[in-house]
């Protein structure tokens, strides 16, 4: 069920992986993405031209992109005008030259239309319209709904993403802003993201929000005395961390609230980075939308949270420090395939419960003791290392996942675990990871074989005693 696919031929309609292969493509691999996006927020109407530098994997005689349902006016291919038709959500292109192995080549596709979600066994996921403005929360097949792509998460590139937009709305795309003009009525944002970075990713949000600033980056003036500042509370590792500025985007109304029920980040930040290493991006920016969302959700040195997360009374904190965890474990260490999803959501799940500890809530062990107990009263049909694709989001994956780490802490001990979660971190930073390295990796700083342990964790369904 689980064994992966041989590498797909030249121009083959589907990626390598095992749970989603309808998304990304074979024989060639992204550098960098250049979008000029134009967008209307009443008709709901975008305009797009985006450049994709590629390398050749294999030799090229055609090639196919993920892209919904847009007209495309033109495709070139390193300037030549290439023969291209439109399949589903893939765009298939033929290129008036074939392309060698490992030639970088530049593909530029002209489309436009209305930007709607890509619809999907977990609900309509992607660029999705607000009452006032436009969100894109893309994990995990979304991102087709508004550039193409080679929409597969193992394949991390740089992006450079401009939007132009009325001028009373405010644009964040993930990535630093790098200038921003003014036109009569309209304004163009220009943002560049330089970490790889995985299509899902990539978001944008317009609105009417409001810009707030958490914590002031180091070039703000007011830190201009340190760049770094010590960690103060829990434990006695009280190492420098860096400061990472922290900005919002918060709607009017909810800025009161949303100043408790986030005031606390600057500290999640301290800790996270003190635990599994330096934050990875050089901003991190929360969205709370003026809609309701179902959940929160994570894109790169971005969160994105709805109106019903903020209430004002800090109910909704583990999925701040959840959303900030991903960050780590998700957006710098992105899973190699879908079906390692643990490694994403485990992690989040355990810096909730470690949060929680920190903060002066409930310790971590009793809230593991207390989900082991509520999983026990759940059917036992689930492998953590290969949930399939129907339960990738399925919350035993998320609980279990977070058990699995709590208990190899256990069995390791304390210095050799928090040792290999910051050396996970830092070898595979900005890369792509799977469980069968995360094992060898956890062995290595166990000094012994654990294969008995992560089979009875990960491989097999019931769940074992927690030690
Ligand atoms: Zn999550």
């Known amino acids: 069920m689980s064994s992966k696919p041989a590498t797909p031929a030249p121009g083959a309609e589907i990626s390598s992986d095992s749970y989603i292969p309808a998304h990304g493509n074979g024989g060639y691999r992204v550098r960098h993405y250049d979008l000029d996006l134009d967008y209307r927020i009443g008709p709901n109407r975008l305009t797009g031209t985006a450049v994709l530098t590629c390398v050749a994997t294999q030799a090229l005689s055609r090639l196919s992109l993920d892209l919904g349902e847009f007209r495309v006016s033109r495709v070139l291919v390193d300037g030549k005008p290439a023969k291209f038709a439109r399949r589903g959500l893939k765009l298939q292109v033929r290129p008036a030259k074939s392309v060698p192995v490992d030639a970088e080549f530049r593909v530029e596709v002209r489309y436009v239309g209305n930007p709607t979600p890509v619809s999907s066994r977990w609900g309509d996921i992607g660029w999705d319209e607000l009452t006032d403005g436009a969100l894109v929360a893309s994990q995990p097949v979304g991102a087709p709904s508004w550039f193409p792509c080679n929409d597969q998460p193992s394949d991390k590139a740089a992006y450079r993403v401009a939007v132009t937009t009325s001028s009373p709305y405010l644009v964040a795309v993930t990535g630093d802003l790098v200038s921003r003009y003014n036109a009569a009525s309209t304004t163009k944002w220009v943002y560049e993201r330089k970490e790889p970075t995985a299509a899902y990713l990539m978001s944008v949000q317009i609105g009417r929000y409001d810009d707030v600033e958490l914590v002031a980056g180091p070039d703000a003036g007011w830190f201009t005395h340190s760049q770094v500042r010590a960690f103060v509370g829990f434990g006695r590792n009280k190492t420098p961390v ?75 904190e583990r999925l701040v420090v959840h959303e900030l965890a991903h960050q780590w474990f998700g957006n710098s260490l992105t899973v190699a395939d879908w079906r390692h999803i643990w490694l994403n959501e485990g992690f989040a799940t355990y810096a909730e419960w470690l949060w929680s500890e920190e903060s002066g809530g409930e310790p971590a062990r009793s809230l593991a003791r207390a989900w082991h107990t509520r999983l026990k009263t759940k059917p036992a049909d689930v492998r953590i290392s290969d949930p399939g694709v129907s339960r990738m989001f399925d919350e035993r994956v998320y609980k279990r996942g977070g058990l699995t780490l709590h208990a190899l802490r256990a069995e390791t001990g304390d210095p050799a675990f928090f040792a290999l979660v910051k050396a996970w971190v830092a070898e595979n930073r900005h890369g792509t990871v799977t469980t069968e390295a995360f094992v060898t990796l956890a062995e290595s700083y166990a000094g012994r074989s654990l294969a008995a342990f992560f089979t009875t964790w990960l491989d097999t369904p019931a769940l074992p005693p927690l030690p």
């Open 242 to 316: 860096p400061v990472v500025p922290q900005r919002a985007a918060v709607p009017p109304r909810l800025r009161r609230q949303f100043a408790r029920d986030f005031g606390r980040q600057d500290r999640m930040m301290e800790a996270l980075q003190r635990i599994f290493g330096p934050y990875p991006f050089g901003e991190y920016v929360v969205v709370v939308t003026d809609d309701d969302l179902d959940d929160p959700i994570e894109a790169q040195g971005m969160a994105i949270f709805g109106a019903n997360h903020v209430d004002g009374r800090r109910t909704h």
